[in-house]
């Protein structure tokens, strides 16, 4: 195996060392981080300490592993989530399937490494780039390497304890899985509700036509509702806050000095002589790869750029922008081609090739004999029909005067291809062009009046922050930051502001964060680390779920006749008509999201028969079934198959969040990732 496929597949414990080292440093700042001579607890689970050098070291060793790059808070928050579950499958998981018995023998291992058996550890490992097969020699290669070179024997530790842990892991699944099953009546029910719709009519007394004075919800009742169903109210630790936003907006100043800066560089840019170096030197210019017909231009691009003329400079969405033409080309729209993909090395055989197929030879048996990419080769080499646009560099060069019928070599990167042109449209003028674009931002001395007034409501708010808002004239908004949250909701780019509130105490006002293009303070308002929302936070919500009964229970007796049309009447409402009505549906045109309402019709047999009443999400309905219809699509054993793939994916998924659960764990990391 290559020194390069050792860093770029096996690279960890470099990653490793150099994770040590730093980690070395942080502590060694001691009080300065805030760890005061201790290793700081940044979660817990099951009932242990995970410690922040034992997650920093996790967090480099998978962050070496996946490849995945630190570029924005995406990428961040999916790796800190990979860490996170990786520490929960090695304290949680690992300890608990030894004790239930489940071991990965030597027997398993050889058949995974041999590919006998799937394995996606090793498959992310050893799978060959060009097929897309697992390569066994591979790992060969890799265990020979091992036992002479430390790091090699470090990384094909590091995989067997990945590969260990995925087996026991589907093992688990298995026993799992192993307990689901449906039976026959289940079979039957699902069978019908999948082949089976209703039509008919509806009608509805809607809690917002019946007014809230007309009846009373007491405390008592509130709290026995609470009591009763306290369960659904369990939540995670939680931090509230407050904050304002000084948004930085550019000023009209800003916008005329802005725009004659740009026609000043326009002025210039439509003078140079060399477009390229122009474009290069200016901080806001950029040289386009590929090649445009006016079809994929606006009518004004293509107007001044087709006829050699500079276009702009324009605002347009938000942004000043300019382009002058660099290159053009008559070449076709659309170019079909096979290929022959060789390594670069093979310069050789290349020749030979040419040589060949210019001479007669079959290009689609040449592509499945010598073309080293499989996904085409097995193809022929069929590439596709593709736009010219599509080709860049070499291949645009190349490309651009291509004939059909023609076969050309193109020497490019690590790899020479062989093409052979099927297609070529009719040429037309293709353009490459440089441009330049200056987005309308705020001036510095814009940000720095935005940053004063920020920092004068700073010193006001340390007195009180609501007077502070509103004498500023800004509107303070809230939030709530739930354990495990790495950003505020609604606030992007907020990491800062969320690692300051973990580890701020209540009244504490933040520094002026920079979030976006604009200047953040905050305040924290509230811990809460009950186990249970309290009460008094859901009081609305609770008032409102006991209204709705009251008025169930007011309305349903009046909602009774012989006929649809005669309930209706009874409640000065209209009749409706309701379509295609399914068991596993949860809207319905007309009363809309009503999944009660939707099962109720669903379970129904007779037709023409007035429902009782039903309670609803928005109203109290009754209706009638007028009709039933079977499409028989779904048959017994498809329905069975699909019954226990969905059971089987359901318990599994609630088995592993039982066991979190059960765990009682605690993360903690915000403070410090």
Same mark, same amino acid.
């Given at each position: 195996?290559?020194?390069? *496929?050792?860093?770029?597949?096996?690279?960890?414990?470099?990653? &490793?060392?150099?994770?040590?080292? /730093?980690?070395?440093?942080?502590?060694?700042?001691? *009080?300065?981080?805030?760890?005061?001579?201790?290793?700081?607890?940044?979660?817990?689970?099951?009932?242990?300490?995970?410690?922040?050098?034992?997650?920093?070291?996790?967090?480099?060793?998978?962050?070496? !592993?996946?490849?995945?790059?630190?570029?924005?808070?995406?990428?961040?928050?999916?790796?800190?989530?990979?860490?996170?579950?990786?520490?929960?499958?090695?304290?949680?998981?690992?300890?608990? /399937?030894?004790?239930?018995?489940?071991?990965?023998?030597?027997?398993?291992?050889?058949?995974?490494?041999?590919?006998? %058996?799937?394995?996606?550890?090793?498959?992310?490992?050893?799978?060959?780039?060009?097929?897309?097969?697992?390569?066994?020699?591979?790992?060969?290669?890799?265990?020979?390497?091992?036992?002479?070179?430390?790091?090699?024997?470090?990384?094909?530790?590091?995989?067997?304890?990945?590969?260990?842990?995925?087996?026991?892991?589907?093992?688990?699944?298995?026993?799992?899985?192993?307990?689901?099953?449906?039976?026959?009546?289940?079979?039957?029910?699902?069978?019908?509700?999948?082949?089976?719709?209703?039509?008919?009519?509806?009608?509805?007394?809607?809690?917002?036509?019946?007014?809230?004075?007309?009846?009373?919800?007491?405390?008592?009742?509130?709290?026995?509702?609470?009591?009763?169903?306290?369960?659904?109210?369990?939540?995670?630790?939680?931090?509230?806050?407050?904050?304002?936003?000084?948004?930085?907006?550019?000023?009209?100043?800003?916008?005329?000095?802005?725009? %004659?800066?740009?026609?000043?560089?326009?002025?210039?840019?439509?003078?140079?002589?060399?477009?390229?170096?122009?474009?290069?030197?200016?901080?806001?210019?950029?040289?386009?790869?590929?090649?445009?017909?006016?079809?994929?231009?606006?009518?004004?691009?293509?107007?001044?750029?087709?006829?050699?003329?500079?276009?702009?400079?324009?605002?347009?969405?938000?942004?000043?922008?300019?382009?002058?033409?660099?290159?053009?080309?008559?070449?076709?729209?659309?170019?079909?081609?096979?290929?022959?993909?060789?390594?670069?090395?093979?310069? @050789?055989?290349?020749?030979?090739?040419?040589?060949?197929?210019?001479?007669?030879?079959?290009?689609?048996?040449?592509?499945? %004999?010598?073309?080293?990419?499989? %996904?085409?080769?097995?193809?022929?080499?069929?590439?596709?029909?593709?736009?010219?646009?599509?080709?860049?560099?070499?291949?645009?060069?190349?490309?651009?005067?291509?004939?059909?019928?023609? &076969?050309?070599?193109?020497?490019?990167?690590?790899?020479?291809?062989?093409?052979?042109?099927?297609?070529?449209?009719?040429?037309?003028?293709?353009?490459?062009?440089?441009?330049?674009?200056?987005?309308?931002?705020?001036?510095?001395?814009?940000?720095? *009046?935005?940053?004063?007034?920020?920092?004068?409501?700073? /010193?006001?708010?340390?007195?009180?922050?609501?007077?502070?808002?509103?004498?500023?004239?800004?509107?303070?908004?809230?939030?709530?930051?739930?354990?495990?949250?790495?950003?505020?909701?609604?606030?992007?780019?907020?990491?800062?502001?969320?690692?300051?509130?973990?580890?701020?105490?209540?009244?504490?006002?933040?520094?002026?964060?920079?979030?976006?293009?604009?200047?953040?303070?905050?305040?924290?308002?509230?811990?809460?680390?009950?186990?249970?929302?309290?009460?008094?936070?859901?009081?609305?919500?609770?008032?409102?779920?006991?209204?709705?009964?009251?008025?169930?229970?007011?309305?349903?007796?009046?909602?009774?006749?012989?006929?649809?049309?005669?309930?209706?009447?009874?409640?000065?409402?209209?009749?409706?008509?309701? !379509?295609?009505?399914?068991?596993?549906?949860?809207?319905?045109?007309?009363?809309?999201?009503?999944?009660?309402?939707?099962?109720?019709?669903?379970?129904?047999?007779?037709?023409?028969?007035?429902?009782?009443?039903?309670?609803?999400?928005?109203?109290?309905?009754?209706?009638?079934?007028?009709?039933?219809?079977?499409?028989? *699509? !779904?048959?017994? @054993?498809?329905?069975?198959?699909?019954?226990?793939?969905?059971?089987?994916?359901?318990?599994?998924?609630?088995?592993?969040?039982?066991?979190?659960?059960?765990?009682? &764990?605690?993360?903690?990391?915000?403070?410090?990732?």
């Amino acid at each position: 195996m290559s020194l390069n *496929t050792l860093r770029t597949k096996f690279g960890v414990i470099l990653s &490793i060392v150099i994770g040590v080292a /730093l980690l070395a440093f942080i502590l060694s700042l001691k *009080t300065e981080m805030g760890f005061t001579g201790q290793d700081p607890k940044v979660g817990e689970i099951a009932g242990e300490n995970i410690n922040y050098s034992e997650y920093y070291n996790e967090y480099e060793q998978i962050k070496a !592993q996946s490849g995945i790059q630190e570029t924005d808070e995406q990428q961040s928050a999916m790796l800190a989530n990979a860490v996170w579950q990786s520490l929960i499958a090695k304290r949680l998981f690992e300890p608990s /399937l030894e004790e239930m018995g489940i071991q990965f023998t030597d027997s398993e291992r050889l058949a995974l490494l041999s590919g006998e %058996q799937f394995s996606q550890t090793l498959y992310n490992a050893f799978a060959d780039p060009t097929t897309g097969e697992y390569n066994v020699a591979a790992v060969s290669q890799f265990l020979a390497e091992s036992e002479s070179n430390p790091q090699v024997a470090a990384a094909w530790a590091q995989l067997v304890e990945q590969l260990r842990l995925e087996s026991a892991m589907q093992k688990y699944y298995g026993l799992v899985k192993g307990g689901v099953y449906v039976n026959a009546l289940e079979v039957a029910q699902g069978q019908k509700a999948q082949n089976e719709t209703r039509s008919g009519k509806w009608v509805v007394k809607r809690y917002a036509d019946m007014p809230d004075s007309l009846y009373s919800v007491s405390s008592s009742e509130v709290k026995a509702y609470y009591a009763a169903h306290k369960n659904s109210y369990k939540q995670l630790p939680n931090r509230q806050l407050s904050y304002v936003v000084f948004e930085v907006t550019p000023t009209e100043g800003d916008m005329a000095a802005l725009e %004659q800066e740009v026609k000043m560089v326009g002025e210039e840019f439509a003078a140079a002589e060399d477009v390229k170096a122009f474009a290069r030197e200016n901080r806001n210019g950029s040289i386009a790869e590929a090649y445009v017909n006016d079809t994929q231009l606006t009518t004004e691009e293509a107007e001044a750029l087709m006829a050699g003329k500079m276009y702009g400079p324009v605002l347009k969405n938000n942004e000043w922008t300019m382009a002058r033409v660099l290159d053009t080309k008559m070449a076709p729209d659309s170019i079909g081609v096979r290929h022959i993909v060789l390594p670069y090395t093979e310069t @050789e055989l290349a020749d030979s090739l040419m040589t060949a197929l210019k001479g007669g030879a079959d290009f689609a048996e040449a592509a499945a %004999q010598y073309s080293v990419f499989a %996904q085409t080769a097995q193809l022929g080499g069929e590439v596709g029909v593709m736009p010219f646009a599509a080709f860049t560099g070499e291949f645009a060069e190349t490309l651009a005067s291509a004939k059909k019928g023609d &076969i050309v070599k193109i020497a490019s990167g690590d790899a020479i291809q062989i093409m052979q042109i099927y297609r070529a449209d009719k040429p037309s003028k293709h353009i490459r062009v440089a441009s330049i674009t200056y987005p309308v931002v705020a001036s510095s001395e814009t940000r720095r *009046t935005a940053h004063s007034a920020a920092g004068s409501f700073t /010193l006001a708010a340390k007195e009180d922050f609501a007077e502070a808002a509103s004498a500023a004239a800004v509107t303070p908004r809230v939030a709530t930051l739930v354990q495990g949250d790495r950003t505020i909701r609604g606030l992007e780019d907020s990491r800062e502001v969320a690692r300051w509130a973990y580890g701020a105490k209540v009244g504490d006002l933040s520094e002026i964060f920079t979030v976006g293009d604009d200047y953040v303070i905050a305040t924290l308002t509230a811990i809460d680390k009950e186990e249970y929302t309290p009460i008094e936070e859901v009081v609305p919500q609770i008032r409102m779920q006991l209204m709705r009964d009251k008025k169930f229970e007011a309305v349903k007796g009046q909602m009774a006749g012989a006929t649809i049309e005669e309930v209706a009447k009874a409640v000065e409402s209209e009749v409706n008509e309701y !379509q295609d009505a399914a068991f596993g549906a949860y809207y319905l045109a007309g009363p809309g999201l009503e999944p009660t309402l939707i099962g109720a019709i669903a379970s129904t047999t007779e037709k023409g028969v007035v429902s009782a009443p039903v309670k609803g999400l928005n109203g109290v309905y009754v209706f009638t079934v007028e009709d039933i219809q079977d499409a028989a *699509t !779904q048959t017994e @054993e498809a329905e069975r198959v699909r019954a226990q793939a969905v059971q089987e994916s359901m318990t599994t998924q609630s088995a592993l969040q039982a066991v979190q659960e059960m765990a009682e &764990i605690k993360d903690l990391r915000g403070l410090y990732f």
